[in-house]
């Protein structure tokens, strides 16, 4: 089981990117995804994640700008963001929590991608 994100690169602020990640493997269910980011020097920080339920949550610092969204095949998810800033600047990761086809539950990271907002 495996997640692999796309989607990152350079943009002016005020501009647009989408960030995208898919799971892979033998996976029954995706109970919740997540994106995280952690910018130069400080931790990596909920930004917002979805549950299999379609319940979201939001950073504070990015409620209105940034859109969580999934595939009907719910195995897919999207980042839109939007109006972008400056301190959007960091490396973002997507996280989800997987039932595998053999029932075991599993938390899985992808690998990170750059976004970088210049100013």
């Known amino acids: 089981v495996q997640l692999q994100a796309f989607g990152g690169g350079l943009v002016q602020a005020g501009g647009s990117l989408r960030l995208s990640c898919a799971a892979s493997g033998n996976i029954l269910k995706v109970d919740a995804w997540n994106w995280y980011r952690q910018a130069p020097g400080k931790q990596r920080e909920l930004v917002e994640g979805?549950?299999?339920?379609?319940?979201?949550n939001y950073a504070d610092s990015v409620k209105g700008r940034f859109t969580i969204s999934r595939d009907n095949d719910l195995i897919t998810i999207y980042l839109q963001m939007n109006s972008l800033k400056p301190e959007d600047t960091a490396v973002y990761y997507c996280?989800?929590?997987?039932?595998?086809?053999?029932?075991?539950?599993?938390?899985?990271w992808g690998r990170g991608t750059q976004v970088t907002v210049s100013s």
């Open positions: 996280n989800a929590r997987i039932l595998t086809v053999t029932r075991f539950r599993l938390h899985r």
């Open positions: 979805v549950s299999s339920s379609g319940g979201t």
